[in-house]
């Protein structure tokens, strides 16, 4: 659905670029096609090999990065950062990358995931005289990686990131080399791609396409990489978990042309609305989906149902920026600047409305509303994901357990609420069967937390306690 509207909000995408002469622009480039993953801010950090540029700014790439900006913006090397802000983490001081220069050398430092542990971290830290400038968390961990001693910067960042619990894609740049890590789950994405002859890292395989970049794999869980002008150096910095890529990678957050640990979104989209038609066979005159990610399961159900699909909902590209802000006044006017209903597809019929999740509800009932308000006769609303019951500590906002509306009602509850003629949510099993389906072989495994509250990390308290403040 519309994650400005619904307040799920995947927090941020990287992409890091070493060996090509004009490594700013492959960035941008690559920063714009991971756009959704984060609007509030976006930057990166170069190094020409000797020492390290940073730009960064509130907004979108394209006014971030303008041109009158970047003409004196050189390097052979770039790591790049696009953030959503969650509650409390506004402002430039957190848009990434961070950059620091001490005595000696200057280091950037891109993060996409969330640290559970990051709280007790930055105690300890400013008990030992640590002073932080953000509130982010990934500044925890450049505070680590300084402090761990005259090491090379890898050994410095494995050191580290041993100290570290939670979900993470970090790129380090140094002068002389780009080091790239994934955390022991896999719980968010990052992939490796060669171009000429430098690489390209990414959140998702769609940057890489867009950079012309040629895919190699998918960077293992508990794996470091370190790039330099000698090539690709591979490491183990912790032994892999049980894997646990986020779930809602493939229903929700991910673009439909990207491909998460060797599975396309789109086609596990589609294969979870099949799935939705096969647990929920409605009698009814026409399918539609709520754009953007909707769409491939809306067309997968009506494949699978034999009942036609149509663009039943019309999205409005130009709303400005202004919208993004997720304040309770702007929601209410929120779906009708976003989303049109297409009178002559809906009068007078049947409707099964297919989204991808229910947070609030509120969205979902003034979607419902539209519909009706349009002709719709009766709204069947399916729902491509189980309901989901539990906030998320790994990177992604959502509200806290109270807000949740599936937390604590029912699916009869839901319905009315949302004043649908009915309603059906995707079951868990269904909706792993749909993914791992889309992948010739077997699938590694996914965390379902948000659904089930079986949490692959140990859960600290204070985020229990203030679970709608994660930061990336």
């Known amino acids: 659905m519309l994650a400005e509207i619904k307040g799920l909000n995947e927090e941020c995408g990287v992409i890091g670029i070493w060996g090509h002469s004009d490594a700013a622009q492959i960035t941008y480039y690559g920063l714009h096609s991971l756009q959704h993953r984060g609007q509030e801010g976006a930057g990166m950090v170069l190094t020409d090999g000797e020492k390290l540029i940073g730009v960064k700014g509130e907004g979108l790439v394209t006014e971030v990065f303008s041109q009158e900006k970047m003409k004196d913006v050189h390097g052979i090397g770039s790591i790049g950062h696009v953030r959503y802000a969650t509650a409390g983490g506004g402002g430039i001081e957190n848009v990434q990358p961070l950059l620091f220069h001490f005595q000696n050398e200057s280091m ?67 002068e002389k080399e780009m080091i790239v890590a994934r955390d022991p789950h896999g719980l968010r994405p990052l992939s490796l791609a060669k171009l000429g002859d430098g690489y390209v890292v990414a959140s998702e395989t769609c940057a890489i396409d867009i950079v012309g970049a040629t895919f190699i794999r998918d960077i293992e869980p508990g794996e470091m990489l370190i790039i330099s002008d000698e090539g690709v150096k591979a490491e183990r910095f912790a032994s892999s978990h049980t894997h646990a890529m986020c779930a809602m990678e493939y229903v929700y957050f991910s673009r439909p042309d990207s491909d998460i640990d060797g599975i396309n979104v789109h086609t596990a989209r589609k294969n979870m609305g099949k799935k939705l038609a096969m647990e929920a066979l409605i009698d009814a005159d026409v399918v539609t989906g709520v754009p953007d990610s909707s769409i491939s399961a809306a067309i997968g159900y009506a494949e699978a149902a034999g009942i036609p699909y149509e663009m039943g909902l019309v999205k409005n590209r130009y709303v400005g920026r202004t919208f993004i802000q997720p304040s309770q006044s702007l929601r209410e006017q929120g779906v009708k600047m976003k989303l049109s209903p297409v009178r002559g597809v809906v009068e007078g019929k049947r409707v099964i409305m297919v989204d991808d999740s229910i947070v609030r509800g509120t969205t ?17 609303v399916v729902i491509s994901s189980p309901p989901i019951k539990n906030p998320c500590f790994y990177g992604i906002d959502t509200s806290t357990r109270e807000e949740l509306i599936a937390s604590d009602k029912s699916v009869d509850e839901i319905r009315e609420l949302i004043e649908a003629d009915s309603l059906t949510f995707l079951s868990e099993t269904g909706m792993v069967e749909a993914i791992s389906s889309s992948l010739d072989g077997e699938m590694k495994g996914c965390c379902l937390a948000c659904f089930n509250g079986k949490y692959p990390t140990e859960i600290y308290e204070e985020l229990e306690l203030n679970s709608s403040k994660t930061i990336c």
């Open 108 to 174: 950037g430092l891109a993060h996409n995931g969330n640290l559970v542990n990051a709280t007790q971290l930055k105690a300890q830290l400013e008990a030992q005289g640590s002073i932080f400038q953000t509130t982010s968390d990934t500044e925890v961990v450049a505070h680590l990686i300084r402090r761990s001693g005259p090491m090379s910067l890898k050994d410095r960042v494995k050191n580290a990131l041993s100290l570290v619990k939670g979900a993470y894609a970090f790129l380090v740049m140094g």
């Open 364 to 380: 979902s009932k003034r979607i419902v509303r539209l519909l009706k308000e349009a002709g719709a006769t009766e709204v069947h």
